[in-house]
């Protein structure tokens, strides 16, 4: 006899579980959203939130052109226009919109871009404010590097402004640094990393599919228990409050223009750009072209340890030749070789990859200090997960709800009608 109280997505099971939903780029199924490891539902809500903001830039091209035309000192005689949506570009986390000057010099820049955070990936609703962080930390490294670094090709920034706050103009005439509003900045390492450890804790707590079971939770919770614990051993007290060197945080190959003979003539995408401890700084973990929790010991390990040596060959080369010329140097050869020695590569690199710590924390940094076997493994987690925070079974159960109820409002988004997820055309 048939059960008239079945739940929609129940009835509907074989249908929600083939069909797949838009993302911002590509498609994904019922079935692929519930192992993955990221939150689809917030992901299928970027395409109409994409659709929303592109509406509202459309509809506020006057304003555009008009903070053009302040930020470029335009006369009467010179306008300005905003070029046509198919020429927007997004990006990861913003949107590039074209604007064509008229009336310009020879000389003058007949089209320039101005660039606007993407609300919905920088978490502006969820915490007011971070577009104007990522904002001031991108005006910062463009500064820094046009005065510490002026070889460095770089854009020309005509100025930048914040959502509830003044506009910059002129940057090169006036003491922007002076200017710029900061929260937080920290005077030692430690309490950074100490922080970074915090976001993981955060992820754990906050995101409703973290934790897939029991065992699962007892993992991932002993691990940053043991990272904290560890911390001393991969971090060095004569460094605690300095030097800090800024660094490229999302320097990857789509990030790097060369020429025909692969030199690096350009960077882009300075946004995530900040200064970190100077043991945090390592050669990039894709020389071999594989993220780094999937530097597996074996051929892998073996491959990127190789060129590993040659990157730091090069780089002490490097540091040789600039010390010549700048005079003393600070050593980070000496730092990144002992780094990677001690196995600190592995360990700030867990620190700084969220959804790859648990991986990297088995492959690299447990087996530095103990051995075990995989029965050996469930018993340490079992043992360590209590100590992450006190009732951890309470916490676990709150987890599981929390990702019984995500499921049900994935099933039940495979099993509603989507709305149009593309930008509006150009009228």
């Given at each position: 006899m048939a059960d008239n109280n079945l739940h929609p997505a129940e009835t509907t099971q074989p249908f929600s579980m083939q069909r797949e939903l838009p993302l911002l780029h590509g498609q994904i199924s019922l079935s692929t959203a519930l192992v993955d490891d990221d939150n689809v539902l917030q992901e299928l809500s970027y395409p109409d939130q994409r659709f929303e903001f592109y509406v509202y830039l459309y509809q506020s091209r006057a304003v555009i052109e008009s903070i053009v035309s302040y930020h470029m000192?335009?006369?009467?005689?010179?306008?300005?226009?905003?070029?046509?949506?198919?020429?927007?570009?997004?990006?990861?986390?913003?949107?590039?919109?074209?604007v064509d000057i008229d009336g310009q010099d020879d000389n003058a820049p007949k089209r320039v871009l101005i660039r606007f955070p993407l609300p919905y990936k920088v978490g502006e609703i969820q915490h007011p404010g971070n577009a104007d962080e990522k904002l001031r930390c991108e005006a910062a490294t463009f500064i820094w590097i046009r005065q510490n670094c002026p070889s460095i090709p770089m854009p020309r920034l005509w100025g930048f402004a914040f959502a509830q706050g003044?506009?910059?103009?002129?940057?090169?005439q006036t003491p922007v640094f002076s200017r710029l509003q900061w929260d937080l900045t920290y005077s030692t390492s430690d309490s950074y990393f100490m922080d970074m450890l915090s976001y993981h804790d955060s992820r754990l707590?906050?995101?409703?599919?973290?934790?897939r079971d029991k065992a699962?939770?007892?993992?991932?919770l002993s691990t940053l228990t043991i990272m904290r614990a560890l911390?001393?051993?991969?971090?060095?007290?004569?460094?605690?409050?300095?030097?800090?060197?800024?660094?490229?945080?999302?320097?990857?190959?789509?990030?790097?223009?060369?020429?025909?003979?692969?030199?690096?003539?350009?960077?882009?995408?300075?946004?995530?750009?900040?200064?970190?401890?100077?043991?945090?700084l390592h050669p990039p973990y894709w020389l071999t072209s594989r993220g780094v929790d999937q530097l597996y010991k074996g051929g892998h390990l073996d491959a990127f340890s190789e060129i590993h040596a040659e990157f730091m060959n090069v780089f002490e080369e490097e540091e040789q030749a600039r010390s010549r010329v700048w005079g003393k140097a600070i050593g980070l050869t000496s730092i990144m070789r002992k780094g990677w020695e001690m196995g600190n590569f592995w360990y700030f690199h867990a620190l700084e990859t969220p959804k790859g710590l648990y991986n990297i924390?088995?492959?690299?940094?447990?087996?530095?200090?103990?051995?075990?076997?995989?029965?050996?493994?469930?018993?340490?987690?079992?043992?360590?997960?209590?100590?992450?925070?006190?009732?951890?079974?309470?916490?676990?159960?709150?987890?599981?709800?929390?990702?019984?109820?995500?499921?049900?409002h994935l099933r039940a988004a495979f099993t509603r009608r989507t709305i149009n997820s593309g930008p509006p055309a150009a009228s």
């Open positions: 000192n335009l006369n009467k005689k010179q306008t300005c226009h905003v070029g046509e949506v198919k020429e927007w570009m997004t990006g990861s986390f913003n949107v590039c919109i074209l003044p506009c910059f103009t002129a940057i090169q707590r906050h995101a409703p599919n973290s934790i699962d939770g007892e993992a991932q911390l001393p051993h991969f971090s060095h007290r004569d460094y605690r409050r300095g030097p800090f060197i800024m660094t490229l945080t999302d320097l990857h190959q789509s990030n790097l223009f060369v020429d025909s003979d692969w030199n690096i003539k350009s960077l882009v995408d300075l946004e995530w750009t900040c200064s970190l401890p100077v043991e945090m924390f088995l492959e690299h940094i447990q087996p530095r200090f103990s051995k075990l076997d995989d029965a050996g493994m469930v018993e340490f987690e079992r043992t360590i997960s209590p100590y992450w925070a006190p009732d951890i079974q309470k916490f676990l159960d709150d987890k599981m709800k929390d990702k019984e109820i995500y499921e049900g």
